[in-house]
């Protein structure tokens, strides 16, 4: 039921910068509502990286940044790390029927 | 860095009613944030489920909502959350969360529980 797409996948070799989009619409981050991003490594809990477009979590190297552009998010992982490997996620607000939290279809990040 | 602990069974029949409690290590009233839970079928993506916020409202997801109830437990320092007729399309890990009522995302996540439904 995801409303937000992301590619499956992307990769990238240390040290180097990758770019997951995520694509919305008019009802979500077209509409104007912040897109936050997760990481979940195997087997763990998801883990809040950026708020509100821009901002970083408590922690979180400033070799994550995120972006927002009309209807498209973006997170950027530069200086790529073996510790980075997992799965990202979007999520923005919903103002359609559909739900109100929707999350992106997800991208599997893999260091080369 | 508030802690959440999600409780509960781990298999569950076809067509009974799902229940899991979420305990916090803070609950102080704050009505920045809302507690909610979140759900992740095995090999899937993120599927939000409802949200609890401090005034007493709660919201939940459409294709859930004729059968999801997020309460408050009488302790005041758990919720928990009530699925009824469940079927094998609601097995997953299920994460109890805290968010931001404002920027509205999720700050906290509880480690989840898988629960299984079968006969």
């Known amino acids: 039921q995801s409303v937000l797409t992301q590619p499956p996948s992307v990769s990238g070799a240390p040290g180097q910068r990758v770019t997951i989009p995520c694509a919305g619409t008019s009802s979500n981050i077209g509409a104007g509502y912040d897109v936050h991003w997760y990481q979940q490594r195997p087997g763990t809990a998801p883990k809040l990286i950026i708020f509100?477009?821009?901002n970083r979590a408590s922690g979180v190297p400033d070799r994550f940044s995120g972006s927002k552009s009309g209807t498209s998010g973006s997170l950027a992982i530069s200086g790529l790390q073996a510790e980075d490997e997992a799965d990202y996620y979007c999520q923005s607000y919903d103002n359609s029927l559909s739900a109100f939290y929707v999350f992106g279809t997800g991208t599997k990040v893999t260091v080369l | 860095q508030v802690q959440l602990q999600e409780s509960g069974p781990g298999v569950v029949k076809p067509s009974e009613t799902l229940s899991l409690k979420c305990t916090a290590s803070d609950y102080s009233v704050n009505f920045d944030y809302y507690w909610g839970w979140i759900r992740q079928s095995p090999g899937k993506g993120l599927e939000w489920i409802g949200n609890?916020?401090?005034?007493?409202?709660?919201d939940y997801n459409p294709s859930l909502k004729s059968r999801v109830t997020i309460s408050l437990e009488t302790s005041k320092t758990q919720f928990s959350l009530k699925l009824t007729s469940v079927t094998a399309a609601d097995t997953a890990v299920y994460y109890c969360?805290?968010?931001?009522?404002?920027?509205?995302?999720?700050?906290?996540w509880g480690l989840g529980t898988l629960v299984r439904v079968s006969s």
């Open positions: 969360v805290r968010g931001d009522a404002d920027f509205a995302c999720v700050v906290h």
């Open positions: 609890l916020y401090h005034n007493g409202g709660s």
């Open positions: 509100g477009n821009v």
